[in-house]
């Protein structure tokens, strides 16, 4: 299985931007998908879930109302559009897989198994 990001880079705050992520090797469209992020000196958080039809979305309070998640099941794609950043939203962004086949997505999303990891994408916000 293969999870390559990509979108991240440096914005002003207030700015957008907009993460892809590409996941090869499995059936992409009945696996729960996820976006976490690690700042320096932090640990690991949740920011925002989907289910594998799309429909169900979870969202960390730290980002809800301006980041929107979504899943383009025909390409094996996950996006997280990113508005009105902030200096605080700047870390490292990771997509990732979770490990049930057809799992059902609820609100404790983030303590799932997430299998599969990309890389990561940096985003810098600066004021």
């Known amino acids: 299985v293969q999870v390559v990001e990509s979108g991240g880079g440096s914005v002003q705050a207030g700015g957008s931007l907009r993460l892809s992520c590409t996941v090869s090797?499995?059936?992409?469209?009945?696996?729960?998908m996820a976006w976490f992020r690690q700042a320096p000196g932090k640990e690991r958080e949740g920011v925002s879930s989907?289910?594998?039809?799309?429909?169900?979305?979870y969202y960390a309070d730290s980002v809800k109302g301006r980041f929107t998640i979504s899943r383009d099941n025909d390409k094996n794609s996950l996006y997280l559009q990113m508005n009105s950043l902030k200096p605080e939203d700047t870390a490292v962004y990771y997509c990732?897989?979770?490990?049930?086949?057809?799992?059902?997505?609820?609100?404790?999303?983030?303590?799932?198994?997430?299998?599969?990891w990309g890389q990561g994408t940096q985003v810098t916000v600066f004021s």
């Open positions: 090797g499995l059936d992409f469209n009945r696996y729960i």
């Open positions: 990732a897989t979770d490990r049930e086949y057809g799992g059902a997505l609820g609100k404790s999303w983030a303590r799932r198994d997430f299998d599969f």
């Open positions: 989907v289910s594998w039809g799309g429909v169900t979305k």
